[in-house]
């Protein structure tokens, strides 16, 4: 529903019109030529943010007024409250006559100054933006109706679309690939949140259904604010698809291609990306995200409370930008992103009163954050660095294998969820899943991080419903033949040396697996593979389970498949001795982290298992839990668990930790075979220890 009120505005707009016209051939040096807003112009003005709005879902009032704060054109939709009509008119009224977005004035009073409460005239509600035109206010856009975030968004939408030229569909040609600036090749549907000299930040969105043309992206990390499935034709006239999860964080290393939403919702995420002309490395703006769990129940009031840390946190003087992002269908889910400064002002809003109550607000409520914060965003080679890495050392015998001085370096980050490490010798790579991002990763000393496969875990063309589709554990045979454990797909496969996939296991008992998640080859060819249902939307509940457990597996030689272990709840990470006569597995779950130890018979089967060792001293909130493993030549086991990777001797004593103080996944040897690779969190870093790898 649509109510103008134009007739006021664009009578006084004819009678200043009129004032201000020559009279004969005498000049009126006294008067300025002004830019006025016509009502075609407010209209189209409308017409970008209602659109800005259904992207959205949601209903709102859009408000434009002229430069004297009078109101030219008012839309309502359907789902819009009446009560948000004279909301719109205030803040756009307040954003022209002030000539500044009516956000300023929210914030001043939110930081003591009650003065602006007595500003004639002033509606101090966010969502109100000017409209300008070469440097000058010609009026602005009001909007209310949502939170006031999204209201200012949908205002700055329309404002964009008013203040830049029309874009021209018809004639835009595919990008240069050596266009100077990678930005200028971009459709429309993309937004600069933030840009200086060396980083850019941007918004994108793409509607159902709808198409990109073919243009140039940088090597970036892209995090994903919805769940949406994405098709790409590259140059060479082949696709990829991309299943998208919301808070799913990806990298690319950049391509030139066209772009098609092909799932049966909106596309919407953020790209953060170094400058193609800005030298290594990256100095200055800090990009945080941070992934938020709150509490079935709760929802309304987390929400709140995160609201509420909105303008004191904008206030401060590092915090370029604070949005806040709340996932469709998962009302105890949010994502907050946030751009500082500069490190220092990240550190500095941590200790902000405001902050430290939300600290305890969250301890006493139980949810959990998640923080990536990403200080560089190039390909690979740009990527690698000195991470925040420990050795806590529990025990002298560690000196011996992982020496004091031992250095830590990062290959590769921006990774939705890395998993899976195995050093491919043939190949002198690393390859890697990343879980949430459907595809296996490829690291190699001289050109850094390519895409290996993708998708790699769930080949479907609809959207997958849960948030890990890829692949997760990977090995490689004595034949040099890839497995992969699919999650998505439910099976373990096998990619043969000329890249075709032939299905290991996918069934027991005449039941679909849950999901496969780790796998290790014996000496003798039997492979082992770990099956819980962390793959599964729903995890243990999800009603496509069909095993009654979740168990370790035996496919011997021969293709047959047997349950070795189904007494541990959480099955994950698998690794055999030196020997193969002791297979290790750990418990992947909070109320028991442990790590276990099974007796090899010579047929394969295991006997009954022992806690070799329990973690739940290190298990904390937002560090993980008992994971991936592999052995030393030596028997000494370094398993990934809670904030890091534990080491302990072939006896179960703890001789340290490689702390990474995040939830890290898995290690693989590599390289010479005394180099170390640990998959923890969004990175893959690199220790060089004085051992080597029993296997790599």
Not at 329 to 342: A, K, N, T, V, Y
Request: glycine share 10%.
């Amino acid at each position: 529903m649509s109510r103008s009120r134009s007739l006021f505005a664009a009578v006084l707009a004819a009678a200043s019109l009129a004032a201000a016209a020559p009279t004969g051939a005498r000049e009126n040096e006294g008067l300025l030529a002004k830019k006025r807003l016509s009502l075609a112009g407010a209209r189209r003005i409308v017409g970008a943010a209602e659109e800005a709005a259904r992207r959205r879902g949601v209903g709102v009032v859009v408000v434009v007024v002229d430069e004297s704060g009078h109101v030219v054109e008012l839309s309502r939709m359907d789902a819009a409250q009446v009560a948000s009509v004279d909301v719109g008119i205030g803040k756009a009224r307040t954003a022209a006559i002030y000539r500044r977005p009516s956000r300023v004035f929210e914030e001043q009073i939110a930081n003591g100054r009650i003065a602006a409460l007595a500003l004639a005239g002033a509606t101090p509600l966010q969502g109100g933006v000017p409209v300008v035109v070469d440097g000058e206010v010609v009026g602005a856009v009001g909007v209310s109706g949502d939170s006031p975030q999204v209201d200012e968004e949908i205002a700055l939408a329309g404002a964009r679309a008013f203040a830049e030229p029309e874009p021209e569909r018809a004639t835009a040609s595919a990008p240069s690939p050596a266009a100077a600036d990678p930005l200028e090749a971009y459709p429309d549907n993309y937004r600069v949140l933030f840009e200086n000299e060396r980083v850019r930040v941007l918004d994108f969105r793409l509607a159902k259904g709808a198409s990109e043309k073919p243009h140039a992206h940088p090597a970036h990390v892209a995090v994903f604010l919805a769940d949406f499935t994405i098709r790409f034709t590259l140059p060479d006239g082949s696709t990829r698809m991309r299943n998208a999860r919301f808070g799913e964080i990806a990298y690319s290393p950049g391509a030139i291609h066209a772009s098609e939403n092909v799932g049966n919702t909106d596309a919407h995420g953020i790209l953060v990306e170094l400058k193609s002309e800005a030298p290594a490395p990256l100095a200055g703006a800090v990009t945080a995200f941070t992934r938020i769990h709150g509490t079935a129940g709760n929802e309304a009031d987390l929400e709140r409370h995160l609201v509420s840390l909105a303008e004191p946190t904008r206030a401060e003087a590092g915090c370029l930008r604070y949005d806040l992002y709340r996932e469709a269908g998962r009302p105890h889910e949010f994502l907050r992103h946030e751009i500082w400064s500069d490190a220092a002002a990240l550190e500095a809003h941590k200790s902000t009163p405001h902050l430290r109550a939300s600290f305890e607000k969250r301890r006493r409520e139980g949810w959990t954050t998640e923080v990536t914060l990403f200080e560089r965003v190039a390909d690979g080679r740009a990527a690698a660095g000195s991470p925040s890495v420990e050795i806590e050392r529990l025990d002298p015998r560690l000196d011996a294998i992982v020496p004091p001085g031992a250095a830590v370096d990062r290959v590769a980050d921006g990774i939705g969820w890395a998993e899976g490490p195995a050093w491919d010798a043939s190949a002198g790579a690393l390859l890697f899943s990343d879980v949430r991002g459907n595809s296996i990763l490829r690291w190699r000393p001289d050109d850094g991080v390519a895409t290996f496969l993708a998708p790699s875990g769930y080949l479907g063309k609809t959207p997958f419903a849960g948030r890990e589709p890829g692949s997760n554990g990977l090995a490689l045979d004595a034949a040099g033949r890839l497995l992969v454990c699919q999650h998505g797909e439910r099976r373990v496969v096998r990619r043969e040396l000329g890249g075709a996939l032939t299905v290991l296991a996918d069934r027991y008992a005449g039941r679909r697996l849950n999901s496969p998640n780790d796998v290790v080859v014996r000496p003798d060819g039997a492979v082992y593979f770990t099956d819980p249902p962390f793959g599964l939307p729903a995890s243990f509940d999800d009603p496509a389970k069909e095993l009654p457990f979740q168990g370790v597996f035996r496919l011997a030689p021969d293709g047959a498949l047997a349950a070795v272990v189904e007494d541990l709840r959480a099955p994950n990470g698998l690794a055999f001795s030196p020997d193969g006569k002791t297979l290790y597995v750990s418990n992947a779950e909070s109320e028991r982290p442990v790590w276990m130890a099974y007796d090899v018979r010579d047929d394969g089967t295991v006997g009954r298992g022992r806690v070799f060792a329990d973690a739940l001293a290190y298990v904390k909130p937002g560090e993980g839990v008992p994971d991936g493993m592999k052995v030393d030549r030596l028997g000494n086991l370094f398993a990934a668990g809670p904030g890091g990777v534990h080491v302990f001797a072939p006896d179960g004593a703890r001789l340290g930790r490689i702390v990474t103080g995040v939830p890290t996944a898995n290690v693989a040897w590599g390289e010479d075979g005394g180099t170390l690779f640990v998959a923890a969190n969004h990175e893959i870093l690199r220790l060089r220890t004085a051992t080597a790898g029993a296997t790599p």
